[in-house]
Each structure stands twice: as C-alpha cells, then as structure tokens.
C-alpha cells in the first residue's frame, strides 16, 4: 500500500511569493488533514477534509492560506503571500475514519521563507 | 479546543536504560492517546496509543499509561537502543470539535552507545 506523499519536500521562497504544496493521501482514505510544526512548538492542526468537503479548517492561521481537494483525492495548500512566520514543516496526514485512529502521516513539506 | 503539554524537550539517556516521557492534556472528555515516533527526514508514525477505558498499555519494550484523574499519561520505553533515537509526539482528540488530533512540542529523545 502506498503512503501518504508529499511534494515538493522542500521549497525556499521570498516574503511575498506565492507557494503550493501538495498532498496525495492514502488511497480510499476519506479523511485528509494538514498539520503544521514550527521549529520547537507542537504540530499545530490546520484543516480537516471529508473527501472534498472542508470539515474543519479552525487552524488555518489567516486568509493567506487556502486549501482545496477537488474530487476528494488530493489536496493542495497554497500560501499566497507567503510570510516569514509562515516557514515550518507542513504534514499531511490521511485516516480511512475519523476521530483520530489511523492516520498515516506524509514525510513533510519544508517551507523556509527567507 | 484541546491543549497538550508535553516535557521534557530533550531527554538523552545510555543505551539500556529507560526513558519517560509525559503528557498533560485539558480537555476532560479526550478519550484517545496516541504516541508518534518521528524519525529524521521521515513523517511522524504511530508507535502506541491509548483509550480512556484503559490505563495501561504495553507493546515489548514500549508502554503507555493514563491517569484520567490528573489528565496526564505517558510513554515509557525500555531497555532503550540507539535505533529508538527520535522525535516523540503524544496527542489527544478533542472532544469539543471534530474529534481531530491536538500534539505536544516534542521529546527529542537520543540514546547513547
């Protein structure tokens, strides 16, 4: 069974550019969710997805940031503009149910905005 | 929402010795605890968890316990190797939003040959 995969693994932009991460879950797995790790602090939830519907996006930090999964298979988190606190780890998780069981975590998408 | 603590940051300890990690959680409902090994370049990966109708659980030389009264559990590895070098989440659901998974910082555990 493939995992859950991520790209790019890394990306450096500059404050004001725009970026867009990418997450391919775990076939079959309805839910997706997007975590965030600043260096030091705790992985920090974003969003949450039910196939293609957000169903809790409480932890997207501002306007900037948009996330999307068009036929509920993969997602896409776009960081438009880009800031400097913006810069962390960003993981994608996928989970077949919902309540925290389950969920298969991708490797991570370095941001450093510079 | 839920609020993790998680202590101490970084824990060394010699090869063969044991190694503690603990949690603190806010959220009196969270019934579900599960413990996240990150290793370097790679995703966090469940290692063990727990549910609130239990308190204490044990995989070979890992072991979970809860004490729902204090809101706190932890993770106990021992007979530590070197391969058992990483990162340590714990987490636990939010029982007042959409059951999602709330982390601490980390334990950056390192054990020495």
């Known amino acids: 069974e493939a995992g859950v995969t991520q790209f790019p693994s890394h990306s450096v932009i500059e404050k004001g550019q725009t970026v867009t991460l990418r997450c391919d879950p775990i076939?079959?797995?309805?839910?997706l969710y997007w975590y965030r790790r600043v260096m030091g602090k705790e992985i920090k939830f974003l969003l949450h997805?039910?196939?293609?519907?957000?169903?809790?996006e409480s932890g997207m930090p501002n306007n900037r940031f948009l996330a999307e999964r068009t036929g509920g298979t993969y997602s896409t988190l776009k960081v438009q503009p880009a800031e400097l606190e913006d810069s962390g780890v960003y993981f994608c998780?996928?989970?077949?149910?919902?309540?925290?069981?389950?969920?298969?975590f991708g490797s991570g998408t370095r941001l450093t905005v510079v | 929402g839920e609020n993790v603590e998680q202590h101490p940051s970084t824990l060394s300890v010699q090869e063969g010795d044991s190694a503690v990690i603990k949690c603190t959680y806010s959220?009196?409902?969270?019934?579900?605890f599960p413990w996240y090994k990150q290793e370097l370049g790679k995703g966090p990966q469940l290692i063990i968890d727990?549910?609130?109708?239990?308190g204490e659980k044990k995989d070979q030389r890992i072991a979970v316990t809860l004490n729902k009264t204090a809101k706190h559990f932890s993770l106990h590895i021992t007979e530590t190797q070197p391969e058992d070098s990483a990162v340590y989440f714990c987490?636990?659901?939010?029982?007042?939003?959409?059951?999602?998974?709330?982390f601490g910082t980390g334990t950056r555990l390192t054990v020495i040959p």
């Open positions: 727990i549910r609130s109708n239990v």
């Open positions: 987490a636990a659901t939010d029982q007042t939003g959409a059951n999602n998974l709330f």
């Open positions: 076939s079959g797995h309805d839910n």
């Open positions: 997805f039910v196939k293609e519907s957000k169903q809790d």
């Open positions: 998780a996928s989970s077949q149910v919902r309540g925290g069981y389950g969920y298969t």
């Open positions: 959220d009196s409902a969270s019934n579900y």
